[in-house]
């Protein structure tokens, strides 16, 4: 059914939500504004991405990130995302004609010059231009943000992540770095030395921050508690090898088993590594956990 309100839209797969994103929705937002349409966003549904253009299938920000984002931070009225298996082997004239014409009843189109569409990614800025002035549609490509000369981009921050720049790369997000997911039974040995911790599994299908250990948020009943966050093996305990999250959080001791909890990432402190013994780990923790809110208070100074 064709929406019966014109859209100005923004297109684009959006993971990370970073600044280069933001310009493109932002374009989308102002002529909206300027000209009396509905600010719209498309995207896919799907956490996965499609393989094409040199992308991976993991990703940084969940599907409902992005539709968080786009509602409360870009004030987007309409968002288009159907799942990648119903468009997957659409030409890029068939999915022009069905989804921004038929559906979305687009009058301003907004992507950036890398935004790829239609079977196998065949169609991309230079013929959505074509297409859309022959439509009669007016049509903007938002030239991409360069930091250092470098364009900023999601592959930029996925490698950023994965190599433990995590600040570097919430510099460049709307959102710093974060894992949902359920907390599970462990074996309790934090409490022992006065540092319990909850324990979770980074999804599969997100990008995983280099093993070690880091300073962190966790928002529990509407507070910010800085965090001690540990990706990897626990080596210093009896542990299968399998990799997981352990988050230690300052000022809180309660029992959160079952929860789904968000775990921010806000800046690498040092390497995952064996110890001696508990004894020696708690001092080690002791130290760290200083370090942590320190960088928690400085990232709240500099939002305010």
């Known amino acids: 059914m064709k929406t019966s309100y014109k859209t100005a839209a923004a297109l684009g797969f959006f993971d990370g939500m970073h600044i280069g994103h933001a310009a ?65 082997g659409l030409s890029p004239e068939e999915f022009f004609e069905r989804y921004l014409k038929e559906i ?46 470098e364009t900023v981009s999601s592959t930029m921050i996925r490698a950023m992540v994965r190599e433990g720049r995590v600040a570097e790369a919430d510099s460049l997000m709307l959102r710093p770095v974060s894992y949902i997911a359920e907390v599970t039974e462990g074996r309790r040995l934090g409490r022992t030395i006065g540092f319990p911790t909850i324990n979770q599994v980074i ?3 997100a990008v995983h921050a280099k093993r070690g250990v880091y300073a962190s948020r966790v928002m529990l009943d509407g507070v910010k508690h800085p965090a001690i966050t540990n990706i990897g093996v626990k080596p210093t305990v009896q542990s299968d090898g399998s990799e997981n999250m352990e988050t230690h ?22 390497d995952e590594r064996k110890f001696g013994g508990l004894d020696e780990l708690r001092d080690q923790l002791l130290s760290d956990k200083k370090t942590a809110v320190s960088v928690f208070n400085e990232r709240l100074k500099a939002l305010s």
């Open 104 to 149: 979305m009843n687009i009058g301003y189109v907004c992507c950036g010059e890398d935004f790829r569409f239609g079977k196998d990614g065949a169609g991309d800025a230079g013929l959505l231009r074509a297409m859309c002035e022959e439509s009669g549609i007016a049509f903007e490509v938002v030239p991409p943000v360069r930091i250092k000369g």
């Open 249 to 270: 959080i300052i000022g809180f001791d309660g029992d959160l088993y079952g929860r789904d909890i968000r775990v921010c990432l806000l800046g690498y402190i040092r």
């Open 203 to 205: 999804p599969d299908n």
């Open 24 to 88: 493109v929705i932002s374009a989308a937002c102002r002529a909206a504004e300027s000209r009396g349409f509905t600010p719209a966003a498309f995207m896919i549904r799907e956490a996965a991405l499609p393989k094409f253009g040199g992308r991976t299938d993991v990703y940084l920000t969940t599907y409902e990130d992005k539709v968080t984002l786009l509602e409360r931070h870009f004030g987007i009225r309409s968002i288009f995302a159907p799942y990648f298996k119903d468009i997957r």
